[in-house]
Nanobody, 123 residues
């Protein structure tokens, strides 16, 4: 069973930055699309980014476009989410998810999910 592990959450001031990481211990990440999601208290889960297994396809939600940047290093088996100019409304639990796919765009569903990492933006 593929395990997905996120790390890097924490408390940051508004306008600050954080970098989240996602890895799949024991499994080669290069076969998987990776999606980043978040869920704030009382709100539905939101997909914020997706990156293809090659890294050639990337998409972002409008809410984070221009502030968040996803990248992958298949040699290090890691996908990162760089979050800049953070706002209070970015406060949420952030999840990484994986799906094995060779499609040309982000899959509609992901099969394997991490436990989530809390990001809190507050002064």
């Amino acid at each position: 069973q593929l395990q997905v592990v996120e790390s890097g959450g924490g408390l940051v001031d508004p306008g600050g930055s954080l970098k989240l990481s996602c890895t799949t211990p024991g499994y080669n990440l290069k076969y998987y699309y990776i999606g980043w999601f978040r869920q704030a208290p009382g709100k539905e889960r939101e997909k914020i980014s997706c990156i293809s297994n090659s890294g050639l396809y990337i998409d972002y939600a409008d809410s984070v476009k221009g502030r968040f940047f996803v990248a992958r290093d298949n040699a290090k088996n890691t996908v990162s989410l760089q979050m800049d100019n953070l706002k209070a409304e970015d406060t949420a639990v952030y999840y990484c998810a994986a799906r094995r796919s060779y499609a040309s765009s982000c899959p509609p569903k992901f099969d394997f999910w991490g436990q989530g990492t809390q990001v809190t933006v507050s002064s």
